[in-house]
């Protein structure tokens, strides 16, 4: 089974290592379902595995969220999420952030009813 890993994004050209993709592994990058130019795949000297680069064009930038399929033979093996512009007003991150201030409030009303029901029980 391939397996495709992220090793770092730099200078717009996303880069990663292949393991058990075969001796010559064709990737193939995808966004919006069109075929992104330029991929290459070449083998690690003296390592079972090859290593991939795909640039990322800057016109498929644009506000808000992008996502690269990586596949080989049909199966995807890894995206490439990319994030663009302003966030919007109901941004998950800050429904996240509004999520764990309500638990905090509802934990810290929990153990007050309960030191309050233990309180209780100890006076009867």
Known sequence: MAKLSQTRIVRGVWEGVLTGGGETPVVEALHEGEALPGVEVVALPGEAGHAVR???P???LSEG???????????VLTQITLVAGLPPDE????EVNLLRAELELLKRAFRRHCAETARQGQIS
Request: hydrophobic share 55%; proline share 5%; charged share 20%.
């Open 54 to 56: 795909v640039p990322l």
């Open 65 to 75: 969220v992008q996502v690269v399929l990586l596949r080989l033979g049909g199966e």
């Open 58 to 60: 800057g016109a498929i």
């Open 91 to 94: 941004d998950l991150r800050a």
